[in-house]
């Protein structure tokens, strides 16, 4: 900025020229003093420029409604939605976020850099405010084969760009608390910048390691206790509330007048179905005012707080010299979004997006399944005993259960029976060959297969069913369509959702993903008689990951994550 516009925003704030735009009579949130001060909001280029009577060019009459900074999403992965960065845009701005903190550790384990490149690349120019976390953990754990292998050397290639942060969240916490070298390379690489936390159920001694080796945040707290002994050492918290992991209602019940400036909201993973259905932070702040906290408080946890952990100094509040990225609502009950700003400039309206993101490249993202030939005989498991160690699963819940079963066998080999059916993990990126076999209880499948490449967190190809010919089948329709979901019957393809963009998103609108899902997830209850007590497209891409208890399988095999390491399916 220049003496001359410096001085034109004086002159505008002094009352002595008109305003570009006018927000008159709002009620305007104030989340400095937590007051609702009635007035006008003075616009001059993108920025608010002053609070009280002003006459603008441009006047917009509120009539009394109330006008809130828009909201910030703390800690999200974009690919969860399972589109592009763009439509990603066009699902949440009209719900009134427009600021996220991303962390692409999904299309990093898929293409390395150069999918941490793409999520900056594609969300350039966009309305949405798209800053980036390195991933820190890709690939999550030595036990699987991903598309990439980052280490601190490479990372800092990107730490310089306009749009990062800092360093993404932290799985590796053993590493942290044990003083890894690589793993303390990458915090040393991010020179000052914010680091993420993910270190569920650490505390005492091993959780101030933790934190004095600069882990900043954490968003995985599930109980009172663990967010409580976090704040208590100066951590930020995140209250997640998505779609897997939803802490919102245990942990708010904990937040007072005297934490609360250390709280922010995240959604971290939330699906095309809960996006368009509840929103984005806006259904954080709506549950967290339904749970009985103060609305200006839950805005503040939206907006401010965010801004401030993460640097973004221009961010977060209604007050001179902000960016005019402001929220228009009926009431601070029901807390309805009418209208969102971003820089002033009208972006959505009536939960519709009024903008178009143009032509967008994902070309270098396609092409991302490299599988070789399969045949039933690959997907043999060698039973001779006929016991073997089981993925059992729970019902709304990430967890397995390791457990035995007496099984099947025909030929020396299992054969699919009493709900225990065979999946695999084939691993996609560099045509290694590997497949990992295992028996899982519980899903409920018959006469047919599901097939996903999103399978966490290097997204393998995962299959599971209970003929071998119908896992063949959808193996062989991921690799046609270039990677996503498929259902077969039978011998037949049911549908498939094309998910071509790293074999994790689609470059289509979401409301169509969301159809074709909605049609899918229907299928597999009526048809193949999935188990209605999980989502099996949602179960199918965890079982995958061996950083969530008990037993889990990859590329490499059945993995037992309690003993971390690998175990035979036969019980010997």
Known sequence: MDIKALKRRIHIARGDRKAELVFKDANIVDVFTNRIIRGDVAICDGRIVAIGNYSGKEEVDLDGKYLSPSFIDGHVHIESSMVIPSEFAKAILPRGTTTIIADPHEIANVKGLEGIRYILDESKNLPLDVYIMLPSCVPATPFENSGAILKADDLMKLIDEDRVLGLGEMMNYPGVIGGDEEVLKKILMARGKTVDGHGPMIKGKELNAYVIAGIGTEHECSTVEEMMERLSLGMYVHIREG???KN????????????????????????????????????????????????????????????????????????????????????????????????????????????????????????????GDIGVEDL??????????????????LITERVEREVRIKDGGFEACQDILKVAVIERHRRTGNIGLALVEGFGLENGAIAST????????????????????????????????????????LETLSLKVGGIMSDEPIEEVDRRLSDMLNMAYKKLKVVEDIDPFMTLSFIALPVIPDLKVTDLGLFDVGKFEFIDVELK
């Open 380 to 397: 043999a498991i060698d039973i001779e005993n006929g016991r073997a160690n089981v993925i059992r699963l729970k019902p709304h819940s």
């Open 454 to 493: 999103i399978a966490h967190d290097s997204h393998n190809m995962i299959v599971i069913g209970d003929r071998d010919e119908d896992m063949i089948l959808a193996i062989e329709e991921l690799k046609r369509v270039g990677g996503g979901i498929t259902i077969v019957e039978a011998g037949e393809v």
């Open 243 to 245: 779609s897997a992991a």
């Open 248 to 371: 919102l209602k245990d942990l708010i019940k904990a937040v007072d007048k005297d934490n609360l400036r250390r709280c922010i909201f995240c959604t971290d993973d939330k699906q095309p179905r809960d996006l368009i259905k509840d929103g984005s932070i806006d259904y954080n702040i709506r549950l967290a005012i339904e749970e009985g906290m103060d609305p200006i408080d839950c805005i503040k946890m939206g907006s401010l707080n965010a801004a401030e952990c993460y640097g973004l100094k221009d961010k977060g509040a209604i007050a001179p010299g902000y960016i005019a990225d402001l929220v228009v609502l009926d009431d601070l009950e029901s807390f309805n979004v009418l209208k969102v700003y971003k820089k002033g400039k009208l972006v959505a309206k009536d939960k519709k997006a009024l903008f178009e993101p143009g032509n967008r490249d994902s070309s270098n993202m396609i092409g991302t399944i490299n599988i």
